[in-house]
């Protein structure tokens, strides 16, 4: 990826933990006070590195337990200097322990981590941007913006309204309507392009380099994939400080998995939960599964692919950190699977009856991918099992028109009613 040149400059506050940005293929190290996406020498994607030296015995699970219910209380673990700019709300969402969708399953214990409520804009995207933007303000951008499949523009034209910057959101031409209604209402400027996502990123690629803006998935990427981390944080610290034996989740551009992999090791390392071990498994769905593909066949590398599904907010072809998510899969012991469109809806459609969370495509393809791996006997039906919940069905209600009862209307009298009922 272009554009590793430093846009912005930070202000005075030194971020408390954070060591250096750190390639990922070399380890060079780059100071975290700009806007740098990629290595100077070949590339590579940045991430943030920490001195867990420093925190140990700093955070704890009691520092962590005196902050905020929102993503904040993991501050000390993200990378920003001063006092967060939006994300009040962010995060903190509910783990259920879905009984009923166990049964249904026919596994002893599993959990819903529900990020379809998360706020404002119910999805998890809430969490990345308040991290991106919050230190695009800190580096001293006043426009932001991003590539996106609809929940990071929703999510980024909110939190830029919140911390009153100018915001431009690119997004494919043939999204949900819903979500892209939401988005233009918070008065962000929605670019729709003819393409898929994958031209969309190139092209914003080249926005940055030449308006100099905060693009959050693409010049602030090391700080944006941060966010995600809380997720995880928020499962372990929710199990009452336990690792998850298996976690599902989805992969698009494969920041997700990864992140809440790295939140997994981060919580070992500082001693807040018992290395009991915690495989993570990839979701995709069939119309777009490189990385499920590439795991199933053996491959470190995926090939890209052109997306065909519903599930419109993971459509990836060509993911950003797909490798590490195909990596991390590996590592953690887990694996990955794909499911058709009709195994979404009908996923949806379970986890609405089961658990009433209503989901949209990317959490039935989660579900629909944790039932079979189940099925296939690769997840342990004894074992504790976290599925991830990303989205909200409510911005995608087309998903399911024909899957429920839409009989016509009835006079209003009792008998007509009567009828219905008893057939
Ligand atoms: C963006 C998104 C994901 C995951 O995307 P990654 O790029 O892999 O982090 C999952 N679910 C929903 C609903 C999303 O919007
Ligand atoms: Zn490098």
Redesign the pocket.
């Known amino acids: 990826m272009a554009g590793c040149e430093a846009v912005g400059v930070v202000k005075e506050i030194p971020m408390r933990f954070v060591r250096a940005l750190k390639c990922k293929e070399c380890g060079a190290e780059y100071p975290a006070d700009a806007a740098r996406t990629s290595c100077e020498e070949d590339f590579g994607p940045l991430e943030i590195a920490y001195d867990y030296e420093a925190m140990r015995g700093v955070v704890t699970r009691a520092s962590i337990e005196a902050g905020p219910r929102s993503m904040w209380r993991y501050r000390d673990l993200l990378p920003v200097a001063g006092e967060p700019v939006t994300g009040h709300r962010s995060g903190w969402t509910p783990l259920i322990k879905a009984d009923r969708l166990a049964r249904a399953l026919g596994v002893d214990a599993l959990w819903v981590k529900d990020d379809s409520v998360n706020q404002p804009t119910f999805?998890?995207?809430d969490r990345v941007v308040s991290v991106a933007l919050t230190r695009a303000v800190e580096l001293g951008f006043d426009t932001v913006g991003c590539a996106s499949?609809?929940?990071?523009a929703h999510s980024v034209a909110a939190h830029a309204a919140m911390a009153g910057l100018a915001a431009h959101v690119v997004i494919p031409h043939d999204l949900e309507a819903g979500k892209v209604a939401s988005t233009r209402v918070f008065g962000a400027n929605v670019v729709r392009v003819e393409g898929n996502y994958d031209d969309v990123n190139r092209l914003c690629t080249e926005i940055a380099d030449r308006f100099g803006w905060a693009l959050v998935n693409v010049n602030l990427r090391p700080f944006y994939t941060e966010g995600?981390k809380t997720l995880g944080f928020e499962i372990v610290e929710q199990l009452g400080w336990n690792l998850p034996a298996h976690t599902v989740l989805?992969?698009?551009?494969?920041?997700?998995?990864p992140k809440v992999w790295k939140a997994y090791r981060e919580a070992v390392t500082l001693g807040l939960v018992a290395d009991t071990g915690a495989k993570v498994y990839g979701a995709q769905a069939a119309g777009c599964d490189p990385v499920a593909s590439a795991v199933r066949d053996g491959r470190s590398m995926f090939k890209p692919q052109k997306p065909k599904t519903i599930a419109k907010?993971?459509a990836?072809g060509n993911?950003a950190?797909g490798v590490y998510?195909i990596d991390v899969i590996k590592q953690s012991g887990g694996w990955a699977e794909s499911v058709s469109d009709g195994e979404i809806v009908a996923a949806i459609a379970l986890l609405a009856k089961t658990e009433g969370v209503f989901t949209?495509p990317?959490?039935g393809t989660t579900l629909a991918v944790a039932k079979k791996l189940i099925e296939q006997g690769v997840i342990p039906r004894d074992e504790p099992i976290v599925i991830g919940i990303?989205?909200n069905g409510m911005k995608t209600i087309e998903v399911m028109a024909g899957h429920g009862d839409e009989r016509p209307a009835i006079p209003a009298r009792i008998e007509a009613f009567e009828r219905l009922v008893r057939g």
């Open positions: 999805s998890y995207k499949t609809g929940n990071l995600a989805p992969v698009a551009g494969g920041t997700i998995l907010s993971i990836i993911p950190d998510a949209e990317a959490g990303t989205g």
